[in-house]
Every structure is written in C-alpha cells, then in structure tokens.
C-alpha cells in the first residue's frame, strides 16, 4: 500500500468538483462555528496577540484551558506547563507522537479502518503496524477480545487508539476499553488516544482510556478545536499526559513546525472555557442530521450502520463500494469514501458519508441516492464487485 499516494479524498472531492456532486465525502461542515470564537480570532490579531512565533508548547491561555478542560470534564489531572503540548492540529500531535513514542521496528498497534494518518505515521517512524479489525455485530461495531490479544507481540510499544472513531462512529465501551488498559499495563505499552470527536457523541458515554487504572502515566490524549467547534481550517490541536511522553513528542514536533495558528490559540482558549454549552447545541444538531441521513437511505432501501458518534454514517453495500463510489458522482451527484482506504485486509463493502452538512444538502443528498440501488439489493444486475 502506497500511504503517501494520492488520497481518496482528494480524488473524490474532484470527482465531486467536476460533476457538480454534493461531497459527502470530507468531513467538514458547510456552517460556520460559534460566532464569538470567530470574533475572539479576529480580536487577537487586531490586538497582536500571536501574530509572532508563539510559545513552543503553546501559549499559556490555552495550556490552562486544556488542562481545565480535562479536569473538568473528565477528572484528570494535567499538568498545564510540563502534560500539554498544542500542535498544528491533532494531525500533527498523531505524527509527533508516533514519531516520538517509537523506535524504528517498534510494534505499533491500532484498529482497522484507521484514520489514514495512523498508517502514514507508522511508515514515517519505521514502526511495524499491527491491526485489529473492527466489525458490525447487531449494529454496533466491536473487536473479537482474542484478536487483540494475539496481535500484542514482543515487540508491541504503541497502541494508537482512536474513539469516538472515525470512520465507523464507534465509541469504544467501557468493557472493550477496560482489555485494552489491561493489555497497556501488562505488556507496558504506551497509548496515544486520538479524542478528537470527544463533544460529538449521540448514543453511549465518550470514556477517556486514560481514566482507567494504571493509565494515566502511560497515555497520551489527543484532541482537536477543529471538529469541537466547526473550524477545521483552524488546525489548533494538543496532546496531554505525562511530562516525560509530552517532551518527547514535543521535541520531535520542534522539527516538524516548531509552532503554528497563533492567534487561533487565544480564541481556542477562550472557546475551551464554554464548550459544555456549545458542545450541547452542536450534538443535538448533528442527531438531528444523523437521523436525516440515516432514516432516509434506510427508507430507500440502504443498510446503514448509524454511528454514535461523529459525522460520519456507515452504508454497507455487501460488496463493490469502491467501484460504486466511483462512479455515483456521475451517475447521482453524489460523492462519498470507500472505508476500503481505511484498512490493511480487503474489506469492500462500505461506503462513507458525511453529515456535518446543512439539513437541505443531506436531504437532497438522500433524494438523489434513493434513485441508485445499493448493490447488494441489485446482485446479479450486473453490480460493481
Ligand atoms: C480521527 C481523526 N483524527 C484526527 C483528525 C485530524 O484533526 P485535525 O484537523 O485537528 O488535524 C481527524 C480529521 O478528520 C480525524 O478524523
């Protein structure tokens, strides 16, 4: 597999571009975050708060408020000069981490589909990737607890955990995260944990692992202002956990930008402070869109898997996803991602959709779908395979 090929996403979206398609392809909203944060940016520059090289681990407003953050929030105790570190969004506290946390050779471990950056990071830091694959079972996604213990050797160092996740909208349970602490403490492994759809969760409880007993010394916890509040362009992200894993992830990210998004940093600061009530209004209006979405392509037919988590939704075509998706921004002007890009084994049959879009799109998105047959429902029409 070719990871620093061309992205699926970047071929989908000018597929999308050239035929006029609605892209539920990338994940990002088509609506503008919360309009203080907006102007709390504006008022940073106009004042010059950031405009010059910011502190290297970030300024101190918005150390202080992860740390908060993840007091209030969850009960952690982080420390906000020596446990957090903010990065050019989580992208790069996820390749700073791998890069830092490993040695070339080193197992790392994570579970299929991945966000595509896990399988670039490893390649990058020389790890060995080892995954554990994730599977529909009466509608929720979950992990055979034997597979995982198998796929921790030797030379196993990392697990890069992802929840709520992407693309599935799994949001790893309190049992499933339990074996994986269990796994960390017995074999000493260190956990990086990508939280950044921690604020959209519809359905279950988004636990951090580094909650759990004995992992508080061995994670790092990742998150992102970008999908929080609807400002991906943004890219203000951080990582929190233990001094001596946040220097080494820190002294790799001094090569790679040194600092970034100055201004965005006061603004996050300030955002941080009031995210329980933003965070409240945004989930419900993604419900709200999810059930849009979902509701209407199982009426039309569809299976799909409706993710608790997320903006991403799950059709599951049986077979052909990636050839169906190829060609539905022609045939129904419709773009979307073929999960197929997001494993290591040949798994084929699902199809990605995004619906952080304005309730208008997805419902035209889904009258325009309703007029296609999934393949499964057409076998022996001549389907994709
Ligand atoms: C699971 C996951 N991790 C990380 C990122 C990247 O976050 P950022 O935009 O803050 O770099 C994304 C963005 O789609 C994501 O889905």
């Given at each position: 597999?070719?990871?620093?090929?061309a992205t699926i996403?970047?071929e989908?979206?000018?597929?999308?571009a050239?035929t006029?398609?609605?892209?539920?392809?990338?994940?990002?909203p088509?609506?503008?975050?919360?309009a203080?944060?907006?102007?709390a940016?504006?008022a940073?520059?106009?004042?010059?708060?950031?405009?010059?090289?910011?502190?290297?681990?970030?300024?101190g407003?918005?150390r202080?408020?992860?740390?908060?953050h993840?007091?209030?929030?969850?009960?952690l105790d982080?420390?906000?000069?020596?446990g957090?570190?903010?990065?050019v969004?989580?992208?790069?506290?996820?390749?700073?981490?791998?890069?830092?946390?490993?040695?070339?050779?080193?197992?790392?471990?994570?579970?299929?589909?991945?966000y595509?950056s896990?399988?670039?990071?490893?390649?990058?830091?020389?790890?060995?990737?080892a995954v554990?694959?994730?599977r529909?079972?009466?509608?929720?996604?979950?992990?055979d607890?034997?597979?995982l213990?198998?796929a921790?050797t030797?030379?196993?160092r990392?697990v890069?955990?992802?929840?709520?996740?992407?693309?599935t909208?799994?949001?790893?349970?309190?049992?499933?995260?339990r074996?994986i602490?269990?796994?960390?403490?017995?074999?000493?492994?260190t956990?990086?944990t990508?939280?950044?759809?921690?604020?959209?969760v519809f359905?279950?409880e988004?636990?951090?692992?580094?909650?759990?007993?004995?992992?508080?010394?061995?994670t790092?916890?990742?998150?992102?202002?970008?999908?929080?509040?609807?400002?991906?362009?943004?890219?203000?992200?951080w990582?929190?956990?233990?001094?001596e894993?946040?220097?080494?992830?820190a002294?790799?990210k001094q090569f790679?930008t040194?600092?970034?998004?100055?201004?965005?940093?006061y603004?996050?600061a300030?955002?941080?402070a009031?995210?329980?009530e933003?965070?409240?209004r945004?989930t419900?209006q993604?419900?709200?869109?999810r059930?849009?979405?979902?509701?209407?392509?199982?009426?039309?037919?569809?299976e799909?898997?409706?993710?608790?988590?997320?903006?991403?939704?799950?059709?599951?075509?049986?077979?052909?996803?990636?050839?169906?998706?190829?060609?539905?921004?022609a045939?129904?002007?419709?773009?979307?991602i073929?999960?197929?890009?997001?494993?290591?084994s040949?798994?084929?049959?699902?199809?990605?959709?995004?619906?952080?879009?304005?309730?208008d799109?997805i419902?035209?998105a889904?009258?325009?779908?309703?007029?296609?047959?999934?393949?499964a429902?057409?076998?022996?029409?001549?389907?994709?395979?």
């Amino acid at each position: 597999m070719d990871v620093f090929g061309a992205t699926i996403f970047g071929e989908m979206s000018e597929l999308a571009a050239s035929t006029d398609s609605i892209n539920l392809g990338q994940g990002f909203p088509d609506e503008e975050g919360p309009a203080e944060l907006l102007a709390a940016a504006q008022a940073a520059i106009a004042a010059g708060r950031g405009n010059q090289y910011p502190p290297s681990r970030g300024v101190g407003e918005l150390r202080r408020a992860i740390a908060s953050h993840q007091r209030d929030f969850y009960g952690l105790d982080v420390d906000p000069d020596d446990g957090v570190l903010v990065t050019v969004g989580a992208t790069e506290a996820i390749a700073a981490a791998v890069l830092g946390l490993t040695q070339p050779g080193d197992g790392m471990l994570t579970f299929e589909p991945y966000y595509d950056s896990y399988a670039a990071c490893a390649v990058l830091a020389g790890a060995h990737r080892a995954v554990v694959t994730l599977r529909p079972q009466d509608g929720r996604w979950t992990f055979d607890p034997d597979e995982l213990r198998a796929a921790v050797t030797s030379r196993t160092r990392l697990v890069l955990l992802n929840s709520p996740h992407n693309p599935t909208g799994k949001v790893f349970t309190a049992p499933e995260l339990r074996l994986i602490a269990e796994l960390a403490v017995e074999h000493d492994l260190t956990v990086v944990t990508d939280e950044v759809y921690e604020h959209l969760v519809f359905d279950g409880e988004h636990i951090p692992i580094s909650t759990l007993p004995g992992m508080a010394g061995r994670t790092v916890t990742i998150s992102s202002a970008g999908k929080t509040f609807s400002v991906t362009g943004w890219k203000v992200g951080w990582a929190s956990g233990p001094a001596e894993l946040i220097r080494r992830i820190a002294g790799v990210k001094q090569f790679l930008t040194y600092v970034g998004s100055g201004p965005f940093q006061y603004a996050v600061a300030d955002g941080l402070a009031t995210v329980g009530e933003h965070a409240a209004r945004l989930t419900a209006q993604l419900r709200a869109k999810r059930d849009l979405l979902v509701t209407g392509l199982a009426a039309s037919g569809f299976e799909v898997l409706s993710p608790q988590a997320t903006y991403f939704a799950t059709v599951d075509l049986g077979h052909g996803a990636e050839a169906w998706c190829r060609a539905l921004p022609a045939t129904a002007g419709v773009a979307g991602i073929p999960t197929r890009v997001f494993y290591d084994s040949h798994v084929d049959r699902y199809v990605r959709l995004a619906f952080c879009k304005r309730a208008d799109v997805i419902e035209e998105a889904v009258r325009r779908l309703s007029g296609t047959v999934a393949p499964a429902a057409r076998a022996g029409l001549g389907a994709p395979s």
